[in-house]
């Protein structure tokens, strides 16, 4: 699916709404009622999509956030048609920098992405299992040092294209035991035989 917005200068402008500048330009507050059904509502700068806006796409993705010279630039939240999200840093139109993405089936990844990737330091959450990865990641993919975490263990390991480590360190959490009486059960005469 692509988040990528329909670039007015090539397209009709379709029905325009709100502030211009002298030169007639979209300058200011406004709505944009694009010709292929997208609308967009917010702040322009001489033309161009530039501070808080909001954009509909047709397909029922919509983006809430800042724009710089007509790209999503700086903080934005990006709804998806399958219910998943993306909240964080945009860097010309690219998902860059700190983020969360909330997947379909409840997954959620937090941390660092480049170029629309998971790339850095990051902790995905697998819902279904409640366990997690926390680590490194290149590309997409889970690379270098990570370590599964599980509900009452963990292991630790290089990871190398998204594939278990050859060898897992096994890092089990020490058990600490607390016994607590409820309570006394008398020994019954002629139960117990001397031994």
Known sequence: MSDTESDEE??????YEGDRNEAGERHGVGKAVLAN??????????GKRHGKGTYHFK??????GKYQQNMKHGQGTFYYPDGSKYEGSW???VREGHGVYTYPNGDIYEGEWLNHMRHGQGV???H???????????????????EYIHSNHRYKGNFSNNNDP?????????????WIPIC???ITPGTVKPG
């Open 166 to 178: 050859d060898e897992l360190e096994y890092a089990e959490p020490p058990s600490v035991f607390k």
């Open 128 to 146: 279904a299992t409640g366990s997690k990865y926390k680590g490194s990641w290149m590309n997409g993919k889970m690379e270098h040092a990570g």
């Open 59 to 64: 397909n029922g993705s919509r983006y809430v």
């Open 124 to 126: 995905y959450h697998y």
């Open 91 to 93: 860097v010309k139109d």
């Open 184 to 186: 006394i059960t008398p």
């Open 10 to 15: 090539h397209n009709k402008l379709g029905e």
């Open 37 to 46: 059904g997208h609308i967009y509502q917010g702040h322009y700068e001489n």
